[in-house]
């Protein structure tokens, strides 16, 4: 069986990874900036038939949050930085690889430079080949997502195939696109090194965490929808931690814990990251006054303060840049 193949790369640079939602094809990531330093994002996509395979990365601390696709199971793992990367809370092993349920909601949170590589397949494809490769069927999450450890040196062959099949790619695309029967070789080899690591792999010792930090992270997710969904999103802690059922001391101790800083810079993270967005992508409709009363900033100037502090520049000058 031949498969056609599409392989793109993209490079986003500054403000630019803030407008990078779709790193995860049939997914959508909202990227939050945390400092004004230079930022580089380079993506890869290797689409072969059924299977896709995507890589991001990043030189600079980042969040993103968002959903998977609704149309695959996904294999995700980091080729650089798992020991400074959470997903949905819990700390990355540097030989641990997870397995995402359809459309599951994902909190990635790097506090350095990063790489992380996703690995998307239907769930019949899974697993007819693990029944031929493995022998068995495989026992595959549905609520949340599930973390293993590889066997030693197993997260480095990854690796390996992953570049190998990036780079063939690559290099076909400059000759005209790979020949299909090539692109059925690379999806078998793919297909099979991601059975043969998932075949062999134990869980992870975080997998013990797990419950605690998923309530965590549903916690975190509430406090900002209800921060961000009002009129005032200038809502006091105090009051968040009251509907949260959690004192404020608490409240504290958990996001410090799960995402290394206090609520107020979470919430004040997110305000400000979609004031940023929203100047990139409706400036030419819309002023700075708009959309930071729209972000919950009622004074302009200290808007423009903690803009100018976050991002390196007033909200104006990105405003006039984004016109231009």
């Known amino acids: 069986m031949s498969f056609?193949?599409?392989?793109?790369?993209?490079?986003?640079?500054?403000?630019?990874?803030?407008?990078?939602?779709?790193?995860?094809?049939?997914?959508?990531?909202?990227?939050?900036?945390?400092?004004?330093?230079?930022?580089?994002?380079?993506?890869?996509?290797?689409?072969?038939?059924?299977?896709?395979?995507?890589?991001?990365?990043?030189?600079?601390?980042?969040?993103?949050?968002?959903?998977?696709?609704?149309?695959?199971?996904?294999?995700?793992?980091?080729?650089?930085?798992?020991?400074?990367?959470?997903?949905?809370?819990?700390?990355?092993?540097?030989?641990?690889?997870?397995?995402?349920?359809?459309?599951?909601?994902l909190l990635y949170h790097a506090s350095g430079p990063s790489r992380w590589v996703n690995f998307t397949v239907p769930e019949a494809v899974l697993q007819v080949g693990a029944t031929r490769r493995l022998g068995i069927t495989l026992t595959l999450p549905r609520q949340a997502a599930q973390s293993l450890h590889l066997d030693a040196g197993r997260r480095r062959a990854l690796t390996c195939l992953v570049d190998d099949a990036l780079n063939v790619a690559k290099r076909a695309q400059s000759s005209g696109g790979m020949d299909p029967d090539l692109a059925a070789v690379i999806h078998e080899s793919l297909l099979n090194g991601y059975l043969d690591a998932l075949g062999n792999a134990t869980p992870a010792q975080a997998a013990a965490r797990s419950v605690v930090e998923q309530r965590h992270h549903h916690l975190i997710s509430a406090c900002e929808r209800l921060v961000l969904s009002g009129e005032d999103a200038d809502v006091a802690l105090a009051e968040i931690a009251r509907r949260s059922g959690y004192s404020l001391r608490s409240l504290e101790l958990i996001f410090r814990r799960s995402v290394g800083m206090t609520p107020g810079r979470w919430f004040m993270t997110a305000r400000l990251n979609g004031a940023l967005r929203d100047l990139l992508a409706h400036g030419q409709t819309r002023s700075v006054s708009e959309i930071a009363t729209k972000w919950g900033f009622r004074h302009m100037s200290r808007f423009a303060q903690y803009f100018r502090q976050a991002f390196g520049e007033s909200p104006r000058d990105t405003l006039r840049r984004a016109r231009s």
Do not use: W
């Open 4 to 105: 056609q193949s599409v392989y793109m790369t993209q490079v986003y640079s500054g403000f630019e990874p803030s407008q990078a939602f779709d790193v995860v094809y049939g997914g959508r990531f909202e990227h939050r900036l945390l400092s004004s330093r230079e930022t580089m994002l380079q993506h890869q996509r290797l689409i072969l038939g059924d299977l896709r395979l995507e890589t991001g990365c990043y030189d600079f601390p980042v969040i993103a949050q968002g959903c998977m696709p609704e149309d695959g199971i996904c294999i995700g793992f980091m080729a650089e930085g798992g020991d400074q990367t959470k997903v949905n809370t819990t700390l990355i092993g540097a030989d641990d690889i997870q397995v995402y349920p359809a459309g599951l909601e």
